[in-house]
């Protein structure tokens, strides 16, 4: 079992519906979970992070953390061609202040 | 957040030959950086952690003395890629390490990346 897995799409939603993109965990002592976007050809950008269970709304952006089931999601609302990126899904795991990423979802918003 | 620079933003070099790519952190002290390589349409790798004054910790199955870093001082980090080959043509991005004080948790920031070619 891989230590942070995502599904690697593509996903392909329409323009201005809700994309939800998921990410398990391996795990279970992990305490801090990170979104980042990667454009085609560009370096990671941090976009979200959550520490803790519940939900974290940031813009059209909200991070949904469920430590019991060991997964932490993604909701993107009003979903705009500009967010057609690969999102990458990082935890800490172990402590300390490396991370394992995931291989990352690829998101198509669609015209 | 952070803000991270490299140099050079891409790099053709032949093979056999040596490259140093520079990571440097412009608005706070980085006592660790990272070195990750990206081939196309894979993900991330971590390659090393680089500890200013100290020797570098390197991933499983990364050549030390292929790929040798050096964090002389709290901004700068280079990565020197020895005696390139073809093979090694890839996408190379660093990243700092930044402590939040609410919580105590770290946080990455990423470089944009260097986009090396061996011929």
């Known amino acids: 079992q891989k230590e942070v897995e995502q599904n690697s799409g593509p996903l392909s939603v329409p323009e201005g519906a809700i994309a939800s993109l998921n990410c398990t965990y391996s795990?279970?002592?992990?305490?801090?979970f990170f979104w980042y976007r990667q454009y085609s050809g560009k370096s990671p950008e941090l976009i979200m992070f959550?520490?803790?269970?519940g939900d974290k709304e940031d813009g059209r952006f909200t991070a949904q953390l469920n430590k019991a089931s060991q997964y932490v999601s993604l909701l993107i609302r009003d979903s705009q061609p500009s967010d057609s990126a690969t999102y990458l899904c990082?935890?800490?795991?172990?402590?300390?202040?490396?991370?394992?990423f995931g291989t990352g979802t690829q998101l198509k918003v669609e015209l | 957040g952070a803000v991270v620079s490299q140099h050079p933003s891409w790099v053709i070099c032949k093979s056999g030959t040596s490259v140093k790519i520079e990571c440097r952190s412009l608005d706070f002290q980085a006592t660790t950086m990272f070195w990750y390589r990206q081939f196309p349409k894979q993900s991330l790798m971590l390659m090393a952690t680089s500890n200013e004054g100290s020797k570098a910790t390197y991933e499983q199955g990364v050549e030390k003395d292929k790929f040798l870093i050096n964090h002389a001082s709290l901004t700068l980090s280079t990565l020197t890629v020895t005696s390139a080959h073809p093979e090694d043509s890839s996408f190379y991005i660093c990243?700092?390490?930044?402590?939040?004080?609410?919580?105590?948790?770290?946080?990455?920031?990423f470089g944009p990346g260097t986009r090396l070619t061996v011929t």
């Open positions: 795990d279970r002592g992990s305490q801090s």
């Open positions: 959550i520490y803790s269970n």
């Open positions: 990243s700092v390490s930044r402590r939040k004080l609410a919580g105590g948790y770290y946080e990455q920031y």
């Open positions: 990082a935890v800490n795991i172990g402590g300390g202040n490396k991370l394992t």
